[in-house]
């Protein structure tokens, strides 16, 4: 759903406390995301041209997907049960901290700054890194 303030996906998710999915688009000028339930097991972060961080994620997501977040920088250690992470169109992600032990797919890509500081994990059987330079 596409969310143009802060105030829109909070009274969203007061009125749907038990999401398991959730895709977000938008939230412009809003450089974090809203406290997200302990419910969401799925992700997409899509087309929020302001947002830098993603710190706070539930501890039960078990895939994330973001796209076309210009301003996003990094991603945080992830200690949650994440199977799938994709990031696309994200030219400001420099740093990835840290991929859990049980991420099965793993797709970056047009993020010129995705670093290769990271290990893949053992787990990966499917991984696809493209038009990333630093990698």
Not at 5 to 28: F, V
């Amino acid at each position: 759903m596409y969310f143009a303030t802060l105030k829109a996906i909070t009274t969203y998710l007061k009125e749907n406390p038990d999401l398991d999915y959730l895709h977000i688009e938008g939230l412009p000028g809003h450089k974090f995301l809203p406290s997200l339930p302990d419910t969401l097991t799925s992700l997409w972060i899509e087309n929020c041209p302001d947002l830098t961080s993603l710190i706070g994620l539930p501890r039960t997501i078990d895939h994330l997907k973001i796209e076309n977040c210009p301003q996003l920088r990094d991603l945080p250690v992830m200690s949650c049960p994440l199977t799938a992470l994709i990031v696309l169109k994200c030219p400001g992600v420099s740093q990835v901290r840290y991929l859990p032990r049980t991420l099965v797919q793993l797709w970056a890509e047009y993020c010129p700054g995705f670093a290769d500081s990271f290990a893949l994990p053992e787990s990966l059987n499917y991984w696809r890194i493209e038009n990333c330079e630093a990698v």
